[in-house]
């Protein structure tokens, strides 16, 4: 676990976790990991559920953000395992300005989402299928569920993000579940439609951060790996 094969070495994949710590890691807007939200937990980085973040000393629960990579890329390969508890909610985010992120003031990460969260048990998904596992997040949703290799909450799931010009691949556990192409009408009028309308060049290809969703449900992740690729 959290280790590169000699064939991932020499096909460029690196760690982007190390299976111990948070080197390499850091809060959106922040110099450092957001305290009481992110740990290292048998050789999985969690995001703490928000009923279990401590106090700080206002009585209130300690601020959080999501957690990025502390190194932008352009053209990339991700892949990751994940789990998430019952009605859990989480994302991988990528294509991120974390100055268009923190301009509103909060440590939430602003890009493209890989949406991952419970299918079966979440409300959320039971009338937006843009917004089930896999999903380009309230852009273009995965296949049905008759068409999406998902297992249950509680158990490991792997995914893959392939940002490579202006094409973009969602993978879930070796299956291809959507594509897009970024500057496109279709793509343009997808994001004019969605939440996204009102942030500037939500749309353009960045050399942005790829992030992990601080969300209140809580959720593990795993063999966190990377690979630049060539732009095409």
């Known amino acids: ?7 991932e070495k020499a096909a460029g994949w690196t760690r982007a976790f190390d299976g111990k710590t948070l080197n390499g890691w850091r809060g959106v807007g922040m110099a450092g990991i957001p305290k009481g939200h992110w740990t290292v937990e048998n050789g999985t980085i969690r ?3 928000s009923d279990q973040v401590p106090l700080g000393p206002d009585g209130k629960p300690l601020p959080g953000g999501d957690l990025m990579i502390d ?31 923190t301009a509103r003031g909060g440590h939430g990460a602003l890009g493209f989402e890989y949406q991952i969260i419970d299918d079966i048990g979440h409300p959320q998904v039971s009338y937006e299928e843009i917004n089930t596992t896999g999903s380009l997040y309230a852009l273009i949703p995965p296949p049905h569920p008759e068409g999406k290799v998902l297992h249950p ?46 942030i500037p060049n939500f749309g353009k290809k960045k050399t942005g951060y790829i992030v992990l969703q601080d969300h209140a449900s809580g959720a593990w992740f ?7 690729l060539a732009e095409e």
């Not at 795993?222 to 630049?228: A, L």
Request: aromatic share 10%; no cysteine; proline share 6%.
């Open 1 to 7: 676990m959290n280790t590169l094969t000699p064939a």
């Open 47 to 49: 995001v703490i559920p």
């Open 71 to 101: 190194k932008p890329y352009r053209d990339f390969e991700l892949s990751l395992e994940w789990k998430i508890p019952p009605l859990g909610n989480s994302g991988v985010k990528y294509n991120v300005s974390e100055d268009v992120s």
């Open 153 to 198: 909450v509680g158990e490991w799931n792997h995914s893959r993000i392939v940002f490579q010009g202006m094409h973009g691949e969602h993978w879930l556990n070796g299956e291809k579940l959507l594509e897009f192409e970024l500057e496109t009408p279709q793509m343009d009028s997808l994001i004019a439609a969605s939440k996204y309308h009102t």
């Open 222 to 228: 795993r063999n966190i790996k990377i690979r630049s």
